[in-house]
Antibody, heavy 120, light 111 residues
Framework: QVQLQESGPGLVKPSQTLSLTCTVS??????????WSWIRQPAGKGLEWIGR???????NYNPSLKSRVTISIDTSKNQFSLKLGSVTAADTAVYYC????????????WGQGTLVTVSS | QSVLTQPPSVSGAPGQRVTISCTGS?????????VHWYQQLPGTAPKLLIY???NRPSGVPDRFSGSKSGTSASLAITGLQAEDETDYYC???????????FGGGTKLTVL
């Protein structure tokens, strides 16, 4: 079955850019049947959808983060990536990648998550 | 402040039935968008529990069920077990925000 795995620096300085990659295994990211999303969760708090990408490169972003977010896809590596600019302590969270089937709007499966701390 | 409102906590004794509510608005649940539920065990990623209001993925016990009415949805858990003690989140799509939204989460305590 499909598995997702996040990777990237666990510590980012304020005002810099957070960069994460999600590697998909057990299936092709190029399949036109799925969107690929990023979701985050600050410690002890709820979940926030960040954005999603389709294999064509088409993206949708959370309006509250849109000015700072870029999601890209590399079908040759079966990966998609997140960049979040001008980070502050409020961006400290566990970041998850997840899959969404076309025509549906739930997330399944999810990666295990990776903690990113914004601190100098 | 989450777009979907859940009670911070609920509790029940082993074997009992509990429900977790998820209240939205006319731009999400009330607009007809489906509601989905996730179970998140400590230190792990959320796991899909109920999709499209009342459907269980393969492997999810039939003790878990979902319903939706108007601008709200509910997750019901019958025959409570100790292993059910964890966090639960609802999720839907919001037309006004043009994005996917979650509830703030509910911590279930099995007494």
């Amino acid at each position: 079955q499909v598995q997702l795995q996040e990777s990237g620096p666990g510590l980012v300085k304020p005002s810099q850019t957070l960069s994460l990659t999600c590697t998909v295994s057990g299936g092709s990211i190029s399949s036109g049947d799925y969107y690929w999303s990023w979701i985050r969760q600050p410690a002890g708090k709820g979940l926030e959808w960040i954005g999603r990408i389709y294999p064509s490169g088409s993206t949708n972003y959370n309006p509250s983060l849109k000015s700072r977010v870029t999601i890209s896809i590399d079908t040759s590596k079966n990966q998609f990536s997140l960049k979040l600019g001008s980070v502050t302590a409020a961006d400290t969270a566990v970041y998850y990648c997840a899959r969404m089937a076309v025509g549906f709007d739930y997330f399944d499966p999810w990666g295990q998550g990776t903690l990113v701390t914004v601190s100098s | 402040q989450s777009v979907l409102t859940q009670p911070p906590s609920v509790s029940g004794a082993p074997g009992q039935r509990v429900t977790i509510s998820c209240t939205g608005s006319s731009s999400n649940i009330g607009a007809g968008h489906d509601v989905h539920w996730y179970q998140q065990l400590p230190g792990t990623a959320p796991k899909l529990l109920i999709y499209n209001n009342n459907n269980r993925p393969s492997g999810v016990p039939d003790r878990f069920s979902g319903s939706k009415s108007g601008t709200s949805a509910s997750l019901a858990i019958t025959g409570l077990q100790a292993e059910d003690e964890t966090d639960y989140y609802c999720q839907s799509y919001d037309s006004s925000l043009s994005g996917w939204v979650f509830g703030g989460g509910t911590k279930l305590t099995v007494l």
